[in-house]
């Protein structure tokens, strides 16, 4: 499990970024996507779809950090990014 404070951002690349909800990942299989004491990996891509949005995201720097895209019910997409707790 990773805890991570996130941003968004709309208007384009050099509009501001605004302060989101908190994201908890837990991914679990056999081979421990997110490990349960640890982050994932860089480049490990997480996607998710639901009625309460989607988003696509990888992470960076051993997995304090991750970039990529969401959209919430009712809304346009936005830029998402995330650091590490």
Do not use: C
């Amino acid at each position: 499990m990773s805890l991570y404070h996130t941003e968004i951002q709309w208007g384009g690349p050099g509009a501001e970024w605004h302060k989101d909800s908190d994201l908890q990942i837990v991914v679990g299989n056999r081979n421990q996507v997110v490990p349960s004491s640890g982050r994932p990996e860089t480049g490990t891509q997480v996607t998710w779809s639901g009625p309460q949005g989607n988003g696509s995201i990888t992470f960076f720097d051993d997995g304090a950090s991750f970039q990529g895209a969401a959209q919430f019910p009712g809304e346009g997409p936005v830029a998402y990014r995330g650091s590490a707790t």
